[in-house]
């Protein structure tokens, strides 16, 4: 009988302390950027990176297309490949925190998640970087994750377009279909530049990579503006 309460105890703590704050932080909490602001705007971003195999390759395809990106890095990445954070603040794009190494929210204890803020915004700090954005990893907030968050002024962006472009079952293929019938005005699109590192399938990025050479031009010709979160505040003020 005492194992059936501490179970039920057990479940009770998880929920609220992990699930109900993911319930609510994914699907109600107002203060969470879900969506681009502005006529014909799409946002596209791309988590657990930098990978210095896949993050130079997709920042020549931006570039080649002319268009600007959010990149929400992994701060334990960051250290090892500074340069690639360097290329994205030279050519124009934004970045954001995804965790110091992709440990989700749901594992974490109260001071874990607290030194996984003070960490990350550490590590950037060290190279002058700066970004008021922060993406949970897998969008998994615990009870105090908008606490850290608020208190260190980020700004919270969850997406509303994913391709899965991270499994080992997606294909360059099933990524195009799925952006081109999923992405519509204000998408915020998550996509990936990191594999096997943060839960994804190694070289699963060469497929987004692939995918995104078809489906960008495609985009653009529908009249869609490729945004970041700076430029849609800028423009919703
Ligand atoms: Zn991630």
């Given at each position: 009988?005492?194992?059936?309460?501490?179970?039920?105890a057990?479940v009770i703590?998880?929920?609220?302390?992990?699930?109900?704050?993911t319930?609510?932080n994914?699907?109600?909490?107002?203060?969470?950027?879900?969506?681009?602001?502005?006529?014909?705007?799409?946002?596209l971003t791309?988590d657990?990176?930098p990978d210095?195999?896949?993050t130079?390759?997709l920042?020549?395809?931006?570039k080649e297309?002319?268009i600007?990106?959010t990149f929400?890095?992994?701060?334990?990445?960051?250290?090892?490949?500074?340069?690639?954070?360097d290329?994205?603040?030279?050519?124009?794009?934004c970045?954001?925190?995804?965790s110091?190494?992709?440990k989700?929210?749901?594992?974490k204890?109260?001071?874990?998640?607290k030194r996984?803020?003070?960490?990350?915004?550490?590590?950037?700090?060290s190279?002058?970087?700066?970004?008021?954005f922060?993406?949970?990893?897998?969008?998994?907030?615990?009870?105090?994750?908008?606490?850290y968050a608020?208190?260190?002024?980020?700004?919270?962006?969850?997406?509303?377009?994913?391709?899965?472009?991270?499994?080992?079952?997606?294909?360059k293929?099933?990524?195009?279909k799925?952006?081109?019938?999923?992405t519509?005005?204000?998408s915020?699109?998550?996509?990936h530049?990191?594999?096997e590192?943060?839960?994804g399938?190694?070289?699963a990025?060469l497929?987004?990579?692939e995918?995104?050479?078809?489906?960008?031009p495609?985009?653009?010709q529908?009249?869609?503006?490729?945004?970041t979160?700076?430029v849609a505040?800028?423009e919703?003020?």
């Open positions: 009988m005492i194992f059936v309460w501490s179970l039920l057990g703590l998880f929920s609220v302390y992990a699930v109900i704050p319930y609510y994914k699907k109600i909490n107002p203060n969470i950027i879900r969506h681009a602001q502005g006529k014909d705007t799409i946002m791309f657990d990176g210095e195999r896949y130079g390759k920042l020549d395809i931006l297309n002319g600007k990106a929400f890095v992994v701060a334990d990445n960051v250290r090892k490949y500074p340069q690639m954070v290329r994205m603040m030279a050519e124009g794009h970045i954001g925190i995804h110091y190494c992709h989700n929210a749901w594992l204890t109260p001071r874990e998640e996984d803020f003070e960490n990350s915004i550490d590590l950037l700090e190279y002058n970087w700066k970004t008021p922060y993406r949970p990893p897998w969008g998994h907030t615990n009870l105090l994750s908008m606490y608020k208190k260190h002024g980020f700004q919270v962006m969850l997406w509303s377009v994913m391709a899965q472009d991270w499994s080992s079952k997606s294909s293929e099933t990524i195009i799925k952006l081109l019938e999923r519509r005005e204000h915020i699109i998550c996509l530049d990191a594999g590192n943060s839960g399938a190694k070289d990025p497929n987004t990579i995918a995104l050479k078809t489906v960008i495609i985009l653009k529908k009249g869609y503006r490729f945004v979160p700076e505040q800028y919703a003020v």
